[in-house]
């Protein structure tokens, strides 16, 4: 531990008989540079086995190699055992050549001889330094470690496969998750950069390899999308990124990076694009419905007052269509739905009938015939058979054999005043007899009838007007 005035503080524990030894031994610590030491000191067995087994931590053991009740080398296995990474050094009286090999061979750090005690300053100094070194290297080796544990996590959590290319020799490292991108079961399924192009899409390849030349040329990092062939036959969009790596002569040598499978986010830019396209048909469409609805409104009223009622109430029928395929996530809707929503209240008032089949009817199809039964409702609602008390509107369709299966659908009004038919055909008649047989490919029949207007619709089934 470094203190506040940058002297490393050191605890040495001494194994040491002699106290006249043991107080030149503390002289010699006092006089090493930038270090401070804390000794404890013990003299026999009992208290050195004591101070290893309950001590605090200890940065350097020294000790004497012969001792009275047990030998130096004993000592020095009891250190290796349970401290390991402290650095242990003899100071001993007894010279010998061969035993100081011997000690350094079970495991001692170095051994000085009492009579050039002197040394012992370069031998500690030494030993705390590499032993620092040793802790500087062994933490920066763990923290690699947990880094590298820690982009693996990333990497796998991502699904990011990693690869490094061999720009020389075109070898090829790739990790499972790499080769699992281009559907292979494990990394040693592509060890080649041939390997690699072999399963990239021929109409995709040359723009791949523009992009690998483009960044080694530039020096920019790699960024790139393709379609792969899984062995399965399935199609896949990868997209890979990297850099390459530069020898001393500036040549690039390597390239690595990673690589994502992006099959899902592709199919959702396509739908997206779809979308996007439906969304500008759609509004199109409804603004073409909305402008024919006005010019027609215009046309055939005679006040603002009436062009603003009869408008703004084609507007909401138009609206609630709209509402109604909304809900349905723009699939369609079912006839019954659409009969429902613009006949709801007198239903209510057990004045209409509804029956038939369950059919399903596409969105522009749906719009059209909303339109048109709300034309239908609104004039029964004021001339017809629902603007007097006992009037009923009877909606029925089934499927028949008209040149092929057609769906006929028939509103009939019953109960209501003496029909007499219009002199001229407003807006709601356009809609029905000229509007809907273009829309629906299909024929129309607007009656009316003495006893109640009938409409009847001829649709050829399709898919557009099926059965659900």
């Known amino acids: 531990m470094t203190d506040t005035s940058g002297v490393v503080r050191c605890r040495v524990l001494l194994l040491e008989d002699s ?30 086995v004591d101070a290893l087994d309950g001590g605090g931590p200890f940065d350097l053991i020294l000790s004497d190699f012969a001792l009275p009740d047990f030998d130096g080398m004993q000592a020095l296995a009891l250190a290796c055992a349970q401290r390991p990474e402290v650095p242990f050094i003899f100071v001993s009286g007894v010279l010998g050549e061969e035993r100081a090999i011997e000690a350094l061979k079970q495991g ?8 050039r005690m002197e040394r012992l300053r370069l031998v500690v100094r030494r030993a705390l330094i590499e032993v620092r070194d040793r802790s500087r290297l062994h933490s920066a080796s763990r923290a690699l470690g947990e880094s590298e544990a820690r982009l693996r ?4 959590a991502g699904r990011l496969g990693a690869w490094d290319l061999d720009l ?44 690998v030349q483009r960044a080694l040329d530039t020096g920019g990092a790699l960024d790139v999308e393709y379609r792969c062939r899984w062995p399965d036959g399935g199609l896949h969009w990868i997209q890979v990124r990297g850099r390459a790596v530069y020898g001393q002569d500036g040549r690039p040598v390597r390239m690595t990076g990673v690589s994502l499978d992006v099959t899902g986010r592709k199919k959702a830019e396509e739908r997206q694009l779809l979308l996007l396209e439906e969304l500008n ?22 006040t603002p007052a009436a062009f603003t009622e009869s408008f703004q109430a084609r507007l ?64 029964a609602a004021k001339y017809g058979a629902l603007s007097v008390q006992g009037g009923t509107v009877e909606v029925f369709w089934s499927v ?48 009316f009838d003495l006893a109640g207007v009938r409409c009847t619709l001829v649709i050829p089934l399709s898919d557009r007007v099926r059965l659900q």
């Not at 001692?108 to 009579?115: I, P, R």
């Not at 048909?281 to 009223?301: C, E, M, P």
């Not at 138009?318 to 006839?335: E, K, S």
């Not at 089949?357 to 239908?376: I, R």
Request: charged share 20%; aromatic share 6%.
């Open 153 to 156: 996590f990333a990497l796998e």
């Open 168 to 211: 020389d020799t075109g070898r090829l490292q790739a990790s499972d998750i790499c080769a699992a991108n281009f559907g292979l079961p494990d990394g040693g399924c592509l060890t080649s950069y041939d390997a690699l192009t072999a399963r990239i899409l021929p109409e995709d390849l040359p723009h791949q390899q523009a992009a």
């Open 108 to 115: 001692a750090t170095d051994y000085v001889v009492k009579l």
């Open 316 to 379: 909401h029928a138009l609206a609630q269509a709209h509402d109604l395929l909304t809900r349905q996530q723009w699939q369609g809707a079912l006839l019954d739905e659409l009969l429902t929503l613009t006949l709801g209240p007198y239903r209510e008032a057990d004045r209409v009938r509804i029956e038939g089949p369950p059919v399903m009817l596409s969105t522009g199809v749906a719009v059209s015939l909303h339109l048109a039964f709300h034309e239908l409702a609104t004039n």
């Open 19 to 48: 106290a006249i030894d043991a107080d030149l031994i503390h002289e010699h610590l006092a006089h090493i540079d930038g270090f401070a030491f804390d000794v404890e000191h013990v003299t026999g067995r009992q208290a050195y």
């Open 400 to 447: 028949v054999e008209r040149a092929g299966m057609a769906l006929e659908l028939v509103w009939r009004e019953r109960g209501g005043p003496p029909v007499v038919p219009p002199s001229r055909r407003g807006f709601g008649s356009r809609l029905i007899e000229r509007g809907l047989p273009y829309e629906l490919d299909g024929k129309v029949s607007l009656d």
């Open 281 to 302: 048909h759609r509004v199109k469409n409804t603004l073409a419905i909305v402008q024919s609805i006005a010019s027609q409104t215009l046309r055939l009223v005679t």
